[in-house]
């Protein structure tokens, strides 16, 4: 019997020693603040030339019967297409937008909607990565029969390094701000507590086409491509003593 309650005794004691580990596991650590805790939100830029430009074109065709609008909108299509390779415009780069086929009509006062024909158009998404040529390319593309472009819109194809540059400025932008703080306060910046990124930004420039006077000999459509903002903004806490 005495041996009984001394090895229940023991089991219960191993049971209890083993679940210490895991309930010290579970208590949250928390930091002592001994100051005075100073929030900053800070803002880092670089600027960069936009070496890439995205356009939207189409074309858009009209014809008595469905069968014919389409038929005429696939062959100015493709005449499309070609200009773009042509102009060395990679298949990655041309991406299909929408088709699409509907009916006009002709309305007049107190008649019911008369069938006039058929609308097609079809829309590529365009990336073109030659901004210099944008122009020749714009050209190109409707004198092939490309009616319908909208855009351009300009950036910047691999943001990743800017946006590091960014990111060191916003924290060398928060530490001098806290150390501003710090000594019109008469105290000094002891650490940092916690930094939290809101995300980066990209601030689109705007962009100018230009189309010269068609009595020209060397019109040509042409775009500036200025430069572009890239932003990180940052919430960085910092503790005051």
Do not use: C, H, K, W
Not at 23 to 41: E, F, H, K, M, S
Not at 60 to 69: K, L
Not at 73 to 100: C, K
Request: aromatic share 2%; hydrophobic share 45%.
């Amino acid at each position: 019997m005495i041996r009984s309650m001394m090895t229940a005794s023991l089991i219960a004691l191993a049971a209890a020693s083993a679940a210490a580990p895991a309930a010290a596991q579970q208590v949250p650590v928390v930091q002592t603040l001994n100051g005075t805790r100073l929030d900053v939100v800070a803002v880092g830029e670089v600027r960069r030339v936009p070496d890439i430009v995205r356009i939207n074109a189409g074309v858009v065709t009209q014809a008595p019967t469905a069968t014919e609008a389409i038929r005429q909108n696939a062959a100015r299509m493709e005449r499309v297409r070609a200009a773009l390779r042509r102009a060395g415009i990679e298949d990655r780069d041309i991406q299909t937008s929408t088709i699409n086929l509907q009916p006009d009509y002709r309305y007049a006062e107190n008649q019911p909607p008369q069938l006039t024909g058929y609308r097609a158009s079809n829309d590529v998404n365009v990336r073109f990565r030659d901004i210099a040529n944008s122009g020749r390319i714009l050209d190109a593309l409707v004198a092939e029969g490309a009616n319908q472009i909208n855009g351009p819109t300009l950036g910047i194809d691999r943001p990743e390094a800017a946006l590091d540059e960014a990111r060191t400025a916003a924290v060398a932008n928060a530490r001098a701000r806290a150390e501003l703080y710090a000594r019109t306060l008469g105290m000094r910046v002891r650490r940092i507590l916690s930094v939290s990124e809101a995300g980066g930004m990209m601030a689109p420039p705007m962009p100018m086409m230009r189309l010269e006077a068609a009595r020209a000999q060397d019109a040509s459509t042409q775009i500036d491509p200025g430069e572009q903002t890239l932003s990180v903004s940052l919430t960085v806490s910092f503790e005051l003593e």
